[in-house]
């Protein structure tokens, strides 16, 4: 704290003249010797590897403006309905396609113009209304009428029984 | 200032690139060093900017449009890798200017190559106290010898403006500095 300052009648005369030397003089500030020699060989250095791989390149996001993110947007709802119409549309073209089949006598040579995948369709359909449930509803019919008979006297059943037995001879 | 439109020339043209980089170096390594150094105080924080800054200049040379001079482009480029080393670093984060100040000193003083003496340390605190444009202005001109016209290209305001701001600057120091 006592020391006398030595540059105190000089100070920002600009007597000095390397930068180094002001820094050194005005703000006590030093650097090692030979450094700038040393620095250099470290950023040529630096410089060469850079060389042998090659910076990566940034990647650069694009943001679209706002008109643009509309359109977009638009394009997305667009499409989304109209696919969702195209389905409609061919789900109903499945069904008349069935309808031609069901409709026509000629099942074998409407089948020929159709697709195999809309034939498959409608023998699966066709399997399971005529002959699953036909069979099941006449199952059920027939448990009806045993459990019916079971309640009814037996006059009564013969006299049921009989008269199905004409309907079904006579008609 | 011909002679660094040759030098940016060379630098430009890939088979001349390198050795006009070792030329670029020898001139303008010092002078960028010192601009560094004032900015992020200690030897070894300025060693790393700079490193960062010549590779800097090394990869952009090619975008250089020579709207400014060389020098200017390269003390930009220097001014910015500075700032982001400081924004990066927590230990340069302060609230008010007081803050600044104690703290720019405690780093100073941990610096092996700070060997600032009463005197020196009292030119420092006065400079901490500038505004910082006074403070840019003083510093531009009186350590890094840069011209007003550098000055005003790089910091966007007028010559007359520069040179009113550096002399206050110069009298506010020799007052203080006698007290």
């Given at each position: ?45 630096k410089?060469?590897?850079e ?46 396609s ?13 089948s020929l ?17 005529e002959?699953?449930?036909?069979a ?27 008269d ?8 | ?6 030098l ?11 050795a ?42 090619e ?32 609230d ?12 100073l ?50 010559e ?9 600057a110069?009298?506010?120091?020799e ?5």
């Open positions: 704290m006592g020391k006398a300052p030595k540059h105190n009648d000089k100070f920002l005369r600009g007597d000095k003249n390397s930068i180094a030397e002001k820094h050194k003089e005005y703000l006590g500030m030093e650097m090692p010797s030979d450094y700038f020699a040393k620095s250099k060989l470290s950023i040529l250095d410089v060469r590897t060389q042998v791989e090659p910076p990566k390149k940034e990647t650069k996001v694009r943001y679209m403006n706002v008109r643009l993110q509309y359109m977009v947007a638009a394009s997305v709802v667009f499409l989304l309905f109209f696919n969702l119409w195209l389905f409609n549309f061919n789900g109903n073209t499945t069904d008349d069935y309808d031609l089949l069901m409709t026509s006598e000629n099942v074998l040579i409407n113009l159709l697709e195999d995948d809309e034939v498959d369709g409608y023998t699966n359909e066709l399997l399971i209304n002959i699953v449930i036909k099941e509803l006449s199952e059920q019919k027939l448990d009806n009428f045993f459990m019916n008979s079971l309640f009814v006297e037996d006059s009564l059943l013969d006299n049921y029984t009989d199905k037995f004409i309907e079904t001879i006579i008609l | 200032m011909k002679k660094d439109q040759a940016v020339a060379k630098l430009k043209n890939p088979k001349l690139k390198d006009a980089f070792a030329e670029l170096l020898d001139l303008y390594q010092e002078r960028l060093y010192w601009h560094i150094r004032k900015l992020v105080i200690t030897h070894e924080n300025a060693d790393d900017v700079l490193q960062n800054t010549f590779v800097r200049i090394y990869r952009s040379i975008k250089f449009q020579e709207k400014s001079s060389l020098h200017t482009w390269m003390y930009r480029i220097a001014y910015n890798e500075s700032m982001r080393f400081i924004e990066k670093n927590k230990r340069f984060q302060f008010n200017l007081e803050d600044a100040t104690l703290n720019h000193f405690q780093i003083q941990e610096d092996s190559y700070y060997s600032g003496d009463e005197i020196q340390a009292k030119l420092h605190r006065i400079i901490q106290g500038f505004t910082e444009k006074q403070r840019k202005v003083f510093q531009m001109k009186y350590f890094d010898d840069l011209s007003f016209r550098e000055i005003s290209e790089l910091l966007n305001v007028s007359s403006t520069l040179k009113s701001s550096y002399y206050a110069v009298k506010i120091i007052k203080k500095i006698l007290e």
